[in-house]
């Protein structure tokens, strides 16, 4: 069953909550959603109209590409949101496949870093449907890797394992699939093998030594190209294997060395989360609460209501967790909502 697909985002700050879990309204963008259902032909307007229109929509196409850089650097997730969803439907008016492709798939990482995975999960569709008419093999392979991350973020809100285990069996797909078709992308390898560790490190249940080696591949695949944030990203994962695997030492370190390097509130956040859970692990209460506060404030501004709502239940469980010298293991339900 093929239902997501992505697209490489050119800004590693995004790249999977839905109308049910959070609704869209809140981003005051359903009169956009109501345009995008609307459809208009070409028997309906001039021959002068329609020649006008064509140009408009690609206009609008170019422009939201144009904007969507400066819009990532600065996280306006609810903007590429808006102009993404107007830009989306004039790719359709004006039958450009590749970029309605494209367009759902940047859509499909603003949605689920929204915490939006039921419409994530709808432009996901879309761009696996588009991917397979016109045949690119890595637009295919980040298809498949998305559609394992929304599997996942799903499992990590409902704790269903099947889709946990569907999250993985999607991820090999989507790593398969790319050795099959000779692709030659190392930051587009890098991120199907961090969507299999975090496929395998999320569940409760996972396998930690498998999650590891894949964050240690995707590592690889991301220094070969120098994407840092990437890099960062992936390391921040590595860390959290090494708390629930109880080796604490190593958990500090890598937080200590990513610390410095952190551009991005997102990135910033993780981090937080990371830290808080060490901090808990270590007994150390009162700085626990504190970095939890601090990443929820971080989670706030970025209107990442998934995010937010793991920092809220990990500020409500750290008293009796810590008084009863709970395993860190404990906070390895709230997944951490991560697309690259």
Known sequence: MRHCSHYLLSIQVFCLTCLSHSSIAALDSSHVKKLSMTTVTASAISGHQFI???????????????????????????????QGTMALEAA?????????????????????????????????????ELSEKF??????VRALYLESAVHRAF?????????????????????????????????????????LGAAHADNPEGDLAKAGIAYAKALQCYTATDATDDLIRTSIRLGKVYLLQKRYDLTEKMINEVRPQITTERLAMHVDYLEAQLKIAMND????????????????????????????????????????????????????????
Request: aromatic share 10%; glycine share 6%; hydrophobic share 35%.
């Open 92 to 128: 359709r008016k004006s039958d450009r496949p590749q970029d309605e492709a494209k367009i759902c798939a940047q859509l499909t990482s603003t949605a689920f870093y929204l915490g939006d995975y039921d419409q994530a999960l709808v432009y996901a569709n879309r761009c696996h």
């Open 135 to 140: 045949e690119d093999p890595a637009l295919s």
């Open 52 to 82: 006008h229109s064509i140009d408009d929509s690609i206009h609008m196409i170019e422009t939201y590409f144009k904007n969507f850089e400066s819009l990532a650097r600065s996280e306006q997730w609810k903007e590429i949101l808006f």
């Open 285 to 340: 209460t009162e700085g626990a609460i504190k970095i939890a506060k601090t990443g929820l404030t971080r989670a706030q501004a970025l209107g990442a209501k998934e995010d937010e709502s793991r920092f809220i239940s990990l500020l409500q469980t750290i008293t009796p967790v810590a008084c009863h010298g709970g395993p860190a293991d404990h906070f390895s339900t709230f997944a951490e909502a991560e697309l690259r």
């Open 155 to 195: 499992a990590g809100k409902n704790g269903q394992q099947m889709s946990y285990i569907r999250a993985v069996q999607i991820a090999e797909e989507a790593l398969l699939t790319y050795q099959r078709k000779g692709v030659d992308d190392n930051n587009l390898q890098g991120k199907v093998y961090f969507n």
